[in-house]
């Protein structure tokens, strides 16, 4: 008997995988821009430097920095059999890039005035992880 099988017919959960490298590079870095450059499918970096755009008052640059960020995820996470829905686990660490970088998205298009793609990104995010929004909009 499998005590995890999924009796609600709900998609499984996505978990991305871990990149080592990438993942301790932006850990030592104090600027994420040349991880970003080193490893552009890593989300993470991109999600750093949204963030870091957005703190500078910057939202256009964070908006880009997001978008780029996003995108890289969602390649990932259908590469992982994703398919357009279903639980992206906070507590995995390799997600937390996508789901950072999802959360900057909506934060600066709600700065630019982008209201629509802001609730878009935050119903997104809700759905995809409530540990994530919780975390992200303490």
């Not at 490893?39 to 500078?56: C, V």
Request: negative net charge; proline residues 7%; aromatic residues 8%.
């Amino acid at each position: 008997m499998n005590l995890h099988q999924n009796l609600l017919n709900e998609p499984p959960e996505t978990r991305l995988p871990d990149n080592a490298e990438a993942r301790e590079a932006l850990a030592a870095a104090t600027d994420p821009a040349p991880v970003a450059g080193r490893f552009p499918e890593y989300s993470a970096a991109w999600a750093r430097l949204a963030e870091n755009a957005l703190a500078a008052g910057e939202p256009v640059a964070a908006y880009a920095y997001a978008r780029t960020g996003y995108h890289r995820g969602l390649d990932q996470l259908r590469r992982s059999g994703w398919k357009g829905h279903g639980p992206i686990p906070w507590e995995h660490e390799p997600n937390q890039g996508f789901l950072r970088a999802l959360h900057a998205l909506g934060k600066a298009a709600e700065q630019i005035g982008e209201a629509q793609e802001a609730e878009r990104c935050a119903t997104f995010l809700r759905d995809s992880s409530a540990e994530a929004d919780k975390a992200l909009n303490a």
